[in-house]
């Protein structure tokens, strides 16, 4: 029967790193206290396990029980980390590391390593989307043009995350948000943007 240890060693192989000292190296975690959860000889604790998770791309119930699909044989991503929450005004509070991810959410089809996803709480993106969740790749790229017309989610100069869709700004550089019932922000620096691969009920 398969143990935790197991299911770390083929998540970590999944993800890319062939020795378990090249996953703790890359990721600046204790070589040692890694390599005894992966051969078993420690045993994995609930905050060891999604931490992990978040890392390799998997649930930590998968990692502690089997639980659900995990990693399934052919490499498709089973789950992704929830890393944040929407609030009012359609702000993105993302979860700090040490705090998160709080959950795993289902992965729909074509996902990748770097997707991600955050819950809709309230009514900030339309009264029908509470509890939602919007997908997004991870990837914090600048922003560019190709996105004009899109919903994203975009990182601004003042810290804040938002959800909105992008609009050409009255200059080179600049951005006007958009959003369905607020007005809209004018001539914003963008610092980054990832645009919303998809957004469904939770």
């Known amino acids: 029967m398969e143990s935790p240890s197991d299911r770390l060693s083929r998540a970590r ?3 890319g790193f062939a020795t378990a000292t090249d996953a703790a190296r890359r990721h600046h975690w204790n070589e040692n206290t890694y390599r005894s959860h992966e051969n078993g000889s420690r045993d994995l604790s609930r905050k060891a396990a999604e931490k992990y998770a978040k890392t390799f791309k998997v649930s930590s119930g998968w990692l502690l029980y089997g639980e659900g699909g995990g990693v399934e044989e052919h490499g498709r991503l089973m789950s ?3 890393v944040g929450r929407v609030g009012a005004g359609a702000i993105t509070h993302l979860f700090a590391e040490s705090q998160g991810p709080f959950d795993e959410i289902d992965a729909p089809e074509e996902m990748t390593e770097e997707t991600v996803a955050v819950e809709i709480d309230g009514d900030s993106l339309g009264r029908f989307f509470n509890r939602w969740v919007v997908y997004y790749d991870d ?3 600048p922003a560019d043009t190709t996105l004009v017309g899109r919903l ?3 990182g601004l100069a003042d810290g804040r995350v938002l959800i909105k869709r992008l609009a050409r700004g009255s200059r080179r550089g600049v951005y006007t948000l958009e959003s369905q ?4 922000l004018y001539d914003v620096i963008v610092e980054w943007a990832s645009p919303v691969k998809l957004m469904r009920p939770r």
């Open 13 to 15: 192989e999944r993800a």
């Open 80 to 82: 992704v980390p929830l």
């Open 139 to 141: 990837v914090r790229s």
């Open 152 to 154: 994203c989610i975009v």
């Open 181 to 184: 019932f607020e007005p809209p």
